[in-house]
């Protein structure tokens, strides 16, 4: 796999001090599940000649890396790269402590809650069902009523009918009443899911390692940090770390907007 060939500042020595730029993934830097767009790579490049940039999304770095990568590293290509929302973390290419959500829950918990979801899958009336109902992850698992395997048309449709039927909020009301002790966060991203960690491991776990940069012996104490994310509304997955009290939080309506807003606020 490539590395990226520009040759960036120490992040110490960014024109524009003791800033970081983080940024949701899907319909913000790229369309969901889709491939980012050059232009984006290049504003992105040029932007990290003037600041740190990082993403925080709550898929695994595997999908991150065919989304944003390509033949590309990704971690090269952002100083922080955090996978589901920071639970996987890599800085400047090398990989930080990570955390698992097993652990934290244990075995016999996590039984339960998947043979509740998958029972209610079962029982649930929606127009196809395909597969991967659940996929578990290091920090998360994420649900999705129709399943992972659903083709992009699939998923399209399947995000109008949420939109109609509230599928997915109402399935995590009836969890939050099943569950109401376990401890747990649901969070509805992307077209056809949510994810499910523990409370505090939203997007916002990722600022620990931000807060953190500042005790390595190249760090950085940063003062200002923005985020650019689309479900920044109540109940989207974004919406924690777009109203933290150490954020600066942009709503964006799509990449375009996103690139709009980016040269609009570092470029004008």
Not at 20 to 43: G, H, N, S, Y
Not at 144 to 162: H, K, L, M, V
Not at 163 to 189: C, E, W
Not at 242 to 268: I, N
Request: hydrophobic share 40%.
């Amino acid at each position: 796999m490539a590395a990226a060939s520009a040759i960036y500042p120490p992040l110490r020595d960014r024109p524009i001090k003791n800033t970081v730029v983080l940024f949701d993934v899907d319909e913000t830097l790229t369309k969901a599940r889709k491939f980012v767009k050059p232009e984006m790579l290049q504003l992105l490049s040029e932007l990290r000649h003037k600041v740190a940039i990082g993403f925080v999304g709550g898929s695994n770095l595997v999908k991150q890396q065919e989304q944003l990568g390509g033949d590309m590293n990704v971690t090269t290509l952002f100083d922080f790269c955090f996978s589901e929302n920071g639970l996987t973390a890599y800085r400047l290419g090398k990989e930080l402590a990570s955390t698992s959500f097993i652990g934290w829950i244990g075995e016999d918990k996590y039984k339960a809650l998947v043979k509740w979801i998958l029972h209610y899958i079962a029982d649930l009336d929606i127009p196809i069902k395909r597969g991967t109902f659940i996929e578990f992850r290091n920090g998360m698992i994420n649900v999705s009523p129709i399943g992972r395997n659903a083709s992009s048309q699939e998923r399209n449709d399947y995000e109008a009918y949420d939109k109609q039927h509230n599928i997915r909020h109402t399935m995590i009301a009836a969890l939050k009443q099943a569950f109401p002790d376990i401890g747990l966060t649901y969070s509805v991203g992307g077209q056809i899911s949510f994810d499910v960690f523990p409370t505090g491991w939203d997007k916002t776990y990722c600022l620990r390692h931000i807060e953190a940069d500042k005790d390595l012996e190249d760090g950085v104490e940063f003062s200002t940090i923005h985020f650019f994310g689309d479900k920044t509304f109540e109940g989207g997955n974004d919406r924690e770390i777009f109203v933290d009290e150490r954020t600066v939080g942009h709503t964006v309506a799509d990449p375009d907007d996103t690139y709009k807003q980016l040269k609009e606020l570092f470029f004008s």
